[in-house]
């Protein structure tokens, strides 16, 4: 595949190879730490408020605040059936390079409810404090496994579950989580934890296996941790805890994963150590690149769509979403 970065974004793996790579080991409190973390957020009250933004032939659409860690207060939208019971929800985080709207394509299933929250400092939750740029955000607090940014966001994720099982209370009949990169990282960490969630959706999961991924050079976040990482090797200390092919490990629900041969930006090893460490019901959807516009012709992202919505439990047409 013709491409213009300076490095090979497959890595020199082959798709039999990236199946083989596997995670790092846990530090000896990893589960402790976790479960402890998820205890504490849990406890807090979500005190939501939302606003009515928009109404559409299928369900109605709110902008919505919620308190997650440290009292920090999260913003980003919720989507609620208009007309048809509700019978589950969807969890469903973004990016790295944020989150301007709810998504009206995943909102097609006009029995669940839906809440798009936005990472600490990305657009409806964006802060003085907070970066809102991917390559300042994935190091801050690096320091400390009680300080860093991944730990927060993650926390935000369970946050948002509360917040949209207290609005809507149907919505815990079949809890859904969905994510993709940042958001599919950050999901991997969150999901082994929260037993409210019933399925899920990795799509190109970032964060997986850190001692492997700060040998690799790419064009996303991860070359921030690198690049702090040739002056700063003891980060990995902190990576340990942050580890989604390490958290994956733990998983117990049924998982859809989309990984790609071919990105510049979540180097593919990561992105198949996640899959290859889930021990639970699994399925693996191969991408022949992601994170690149690469020719249409292999472009097979599509083709997910034919069986990912059923998968979940999903009732949607099989067209694939706008985002």
């Keep these: 595949m013709k491409h ?21 080991p846990e530090p000896h409190d990893f589960v402790e730490f976790w ?10 009250p979500p005190a939501p408020t939302h606003r009515e933004i928009a109404i559409s032939n299928s369900h109605r659409t709110f902008e919505i605040e919620y308190t997650s860690l440290d009292g920090f207060r999260v913003g980003g939208w919720l989507t609620i059936p208009k007309h048809t019971p509700i019978r589950g ?35 409806r939750s964006a802060h003085p404090d907070w970066p809102s740029h991917s390559s300042p955000h994935v190091i801050k607090g690096i320091e400390s496994r009680d300080t860093y940014s991944i730990r927060d966001c ?16 149907e919505a815990a009949q079949h809890l859904t989580y969905f994510g993709g990169s940042f958001g599919g990282g950050i999901g991997a960490l969150a999901l082994p934890w929260d037993p409210r969630f019933k399925r899920a959706f990795l ?15 790419c064009v996303g976040s991860g070359e921030s941790v690198r690049t702090l990482y040739k002056t700063n090797p003891q980060i ?44 639970s019901d699994k399925r693996l959807f191969v991408r022949p690149f992601a994170h690149f516009a690469g ?20 009732t949607v047409d099989t067209t694939t979403p706008s985002a």
């Design 4 to 24: 213009d970065f300076p490095f090979d974004p497959t890595y020199g793996y082959s798709q039999q190879s990236l199946l083989q790579v596997g995670a790092p």
């Design 35 to 44: 479960r402890s973390l998820y205890a504490t957020t849990f406890s807090i």
């Design 89 to 123: 929800g969807v969890v469903c985080s973004h990016g790295y390079g944020g989150r301007g709207s709810s998504d009206e394509g995943l909102s097609r299933d006009k029995s669940l409810a839906f809440i798009y929250p936005c990472a600490r400092g990305f657009d």
């Design 154 to 169: 993650v926390a935000d994720l369970w946050a948002a579950a509360s917040a949209l099982l207290h609005i809507v209370p």
């Design 203 to 217: 799509d190109v999961p970032t964060f997986g296996n850190h001692p492997l991924r700060v040998q690799l050079q």
């Design 236 to 279: 990995l200390n902190v990576l340990r805890y942050f580890d989604s092919a390490t958290a994956a490990r733990h998983i117990s629900i049924p998982v859809f994963v989309a990984a790609a041969l071919f990105d510049p930006a979540v180097p593919p090893p990561g992105q198949f150590a996640v899959y290859n460490a889930i021990p």
């Design 295 to 314: 020719p249409p012709e292999l472009d097979n992202f599509h083709a997910l769509w034919r069986d990912l919505p059923s998968w979940l439990g999903w």
